[in-house]
């Protein structure tokens, strides 16, 4: 019944769109027409033959020029400063009638008639511009319309395609996930004989070019099912109505080809919160209410599994991941160095290199990149040899594509120096074995050095299940552990650096937040300063309030880097272990880093 009520939806809106079209073409042609007839009228304007005469009689003719072939005449007055045409009856009268006139100071000029094709072939082509215009709106009209060619432009692609989970390196955990759905695919019926729920909705989660297509490509491939894709993009239209009118075509599709993998690319484009009500959005509203639509209607019988891509999960509208919908999510990371190492090795297949080639020292060099990215490396070294002249692909040859590739890309720094990297593991194996020593610390998901937006490595916290309250014990721990990172360079490498700049502000806020908004501080007492509901409140607390509540913010984040470097010097074996092994392996696994730090005590 749904689908119904909304075909008829659809079909009015497509005659209201094609009314808006004809009457666009309308107000164009009417257009054109005013705009020749003005033009015309303000050259001739109120000048007649007769006129023409009399004003040759009267001597304010300054010029008259006449073209061969043509009975238009060009006049220029004495205290005019424009041309105007009058119509000559007989030119040869007029000439005659000029000439005996031509005491009055008549200039008068004959041009050859144009021979020069050039612009007779310009004059022509502009007199047909207007058509050439309204053709084109026309022509433009229909395509969007999908009426021309019907729908070839922007239609789903659907693909047979080849590629296996043996062609995306790396991505361990996140294939052995999507074996379960190609199990389904390959055999839909065993799973619903046991009336077990599969995920009919796969979020990819990622930076672009970690190989999000390539995977789900994988999973068409290795259950040998079509593969049809289309872009998010790609439904956001400008006349109302057609993004949903091309998402139900798109499933129509895939129910005829079923079982299948659909692929929407960029799926934020249309599944953003819904936050307003203007133009755009109810486009989008429309085409995401479509997708729910086709989505809650799947059939147990049917086997579609619809994976969708994107790299800002949190911009997505919530109804998109409720249960049936795109209920799971499997992120996608950048590769480690063994992930790249893999994916070199498959992008290097049918490539010739030389024996100075070294792909693991390659990887080594990459931290930060996206499969893409590599894919591109390799193939700008090949054209570079290939330009070269050379037999095979040298090291060079590599260094000068990865030189060329990351001018290139957003940020130009990527490769990071050996000595940043050392200082990276340092700062974040600080984090993390401060961090082991703090009894509301300990909880350590993962410590990188792979950089990460501007950072150039992170340590990541479980996340703790929703706490109503956080006690002052463990905001005090929180604030040694961000110190963690500026103790360790400190105490390993006798220096500081800029790296520490963002711990710093987070620690600042939190302290600041300890002594004025939670009451934390004996010095300061059970003040709640929100200077928005009340301006004056400094004030009114008086200036010596100020200096303590400065005082008290600076104690608390000194003393945490006090004792962050305490909790460090006592345990300088367990930093060094640690940040070796980072250098070394880039990621350090929760279970990892606790057997690590358990072989040390
Ligand atoms: P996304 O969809 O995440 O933007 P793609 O799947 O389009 O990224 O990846 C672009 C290209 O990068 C792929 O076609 C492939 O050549 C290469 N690539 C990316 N990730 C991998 C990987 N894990 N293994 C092998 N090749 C990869
Ligand atoms: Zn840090």
Redesign the pocket.
């Known amino acids: 019944m749904e689908s119904k009520n909304n075909d008829n939806k659809n079909n009015k809106k497509q005659n209201i769109t094609i009314i808006i079209s004809v009457i666009l073409i309308i107000i164009t042609i009417l257009g054109i027409v005013l705009f020749m007839k003005y033009y015309n009228k303000d050259e001739d304007k109120e000048f007649s033959y007769t006129q023409l005469l009399t004003s040759i009689n009267e001597g304010t003719v300054e010029k008259i020029e006449m073209t061969e072939g043509s009975n238009t005449a060009k006049i220029k007055l004495i205290n005019e400063e424009k041309e105007r045409n009058v119509l000559i009856p007989s030119i040869d009268s007029f000439v005659e009638l000029v000439q005996d006139k031509s005491n009055n100071g008549v200039n008068i000029e004959f041009n050859q008639k144009e021979r020069n094709i050039f612009v007779s072939i310009l004059r022509t082509l502009i007199s047909f511009l207007p058509t050439i215009i309204l053709v084109a709106l026309m022509f433009m009209i229909f395509k969007m319309q999908g009426l021309g060619e019907k729908g070839k432009v922007y239609d789903s692609e659907t693909q047979t395609t080849k590629t296996k989970f043996e062609?995306?390196?790396?991505?361990d955990e996140e294939k052995q996930e999507m074996i379960e759905i190609v199990d389904f695919l390959k055999n839909p019926k065993k799973f619903q004989d046991m009336g077990a729920k599969v995920p009919r909705g796969v979020l990819?989660c990622?930076?672009?070019?970690?190989?999000?297509?390539?995977?789900a490509k994988a999973i068409a491939g290795e259950a040998n099912v079509p593969f049809i894709s289309m872009s998010g993009s790609e439904f956001i239209e400008m006349f109302a109505g057609l993004g949903a009118s091309r998402v139900r075509k798109l499933f129509e599709k895939a129910r005829k080809v079923a079982p299948c993998i659909v692929f929407i690319?960029e799926i934020d484009a249309i599944g953003s919160r819904r936050t307003s009500s203007s133009g755009a959005e109810t486009e989008n509203n429309q085409t995401l209410n479509q997708l729910l639509v086709e989505m809650d209607g799947f059939d147990t019988e049917e086997t579609i599994i619809v994976l969708a891509?994107t790299n800002r999960p949190e911009m997505l509208d919530k109804a998109l991941l409720r249960p049936g919908r795109f209920d799971r999510q499997i992120t996608?990371a950048l590769?480690d160095l063994n992930?790249r190492e893999?994916?070199l090795n498959?992008?290097a297949k049918g490539k010739q290199f030389a024996q100075d080639v070294d792909l693991r020292s390659i990887a080594e060099d990459t931290a930060g990149f996206?499969?893409?990215e590599?894919?591109n490396i390799l193939n700008e070294a090949a054209i570079i040899a290939t330009i070269r002249e050379r037999q095979s692909i040298t090291n060079k040859d590599i260094e000068d594509a990865l030189k060329k590739v990351t001018v290139g890309l957003e940020k130009h720094n990527r490769v990071v120096s050996d000595k940043d990297k050392k200082r990276t593991a340092i700062h974040e194996a600080g984090h993390a074995v401060v961090s082991h020593f703090l009894e509301t610390q300990k909880d350590i998901k993962e410590i990188s050095i792979i950089p990460r937006g501007v950072a150039g490595g992170y340590t990541m916290y479980k996340s703790s299940e929703d706490k109503c309250y956080i006690s002052k014990n463990e905001m005090q721990e929180k604030l040694i552990a961000l110190f963690g990172g500026r103790a360790a360079e400190k105490l390993a490498l006798g220096d500081i650096s800029t790296g520490a700049s963002n711990d710093l502000e987070v620690a600042n806020d939190i302290a600041k937040n300890m002594v004025t908004v939670y009451g934390m501080s004996e010095e300061v007492g059970q003040i709640h300063i929100n200077l928005e509901k009340d301006p004056y409140q400094l004030e009114l607390l008086g200036k010596k309030y100020g200096d303590i509540i400065g005082t008290e913010i600076k104690s608390l984040v000194d003393d945490a880097y006090f004792k962050a470097q305490t909790i460090l010097a006592n345990h300088m074996d367990a930093l060094e272990v640690v940040s070796n092994e980072l250098l070394e392996k880039e990621v350090i696994t929760a279970e990892r880093f606790e057997e690590l730090m358990a072989n040390i005590n």
């Open positions: 062609d995306v390196a790396g991505l990819l990622g930076n672009p070019g970690t190989g999000k297509t390539l995977i690319d891509a996608v590769p992930g893999a994916i498959i992008h996206t499969g893409a590599l894919a």
